[in-house]
Each structure stands twice: as C-alpha cells, then as structure tokens.
C-alpha cells in the first residue's frame, strides 16, 4: 500500500468538499423546482395543456424571390509555384 502525502490528502479532501457541495446544491433546487402534490387525482382537475390554434389566410400571392445573377462555376483560387529559385503566388 503506497504512503499517502500531505498533498494528495489536502487534494482528496478538497475534491469531496467541492462534490458534497455540488450535490446538495443540486439536490435542493431540484427539490424546490419539483412541488409535492397534497391532493389525490391532482392532474386531472389542472388545465389541458394544449391550446386550439387558429390560421389566418391572407389573400396577397407570395413574393417572388430574386435571383442572383449566374456566375462562372470556375471560381478563382490562389495558386503557388517556383519561377527561378523563388516561390510566387497568384490567383488563377
């Protein structure tokens, strides 16, 4: 079993305080957050969640979209090569 040092203590030690710490937090707003019910039968007198939706049709033709002009497929990059000992690039 190997000897345990000052620092590995004071390390372990701490990382439980900082996870003890981290699970109440999260323990009690989690119990906050979630009510207990004191009644029976308790969802079936709240309110229905869904909602009818109504749609509005508007007599106005859609808008037609602009196009932007054809451009070239070929499409420009920049292209590097040796000219006399000496690397030159360029767009091509």
Not at 40 to 62: C, F, H, I, S
């Amino acid at each position: 079993m190997e000897v345990m040092d000052r620092r590995n203590l004071l390390q372990g030690l701490l990382f439980s305080a900082v996870a003890t710490g981290i699970g109440t937090r999260v323990f009690l707003t989690t119990a906050k957050a979630a009510p207990i019910p004191l009644e029976k039968d308790v969802a079936n007198k709240l309110e229905p969640v869904t909602e009818n939706a109504q749609v509005v049709v508007d007599g106005r033709p859609a808008r037609r979209v602009l196009h932007q002009p054809h451009r070239s497929s070929r499409r420009r990059r920049r292209v590097c090569w040796w000219r006399d000992g000496r690397r030159v690039c360029a767009w091509r």
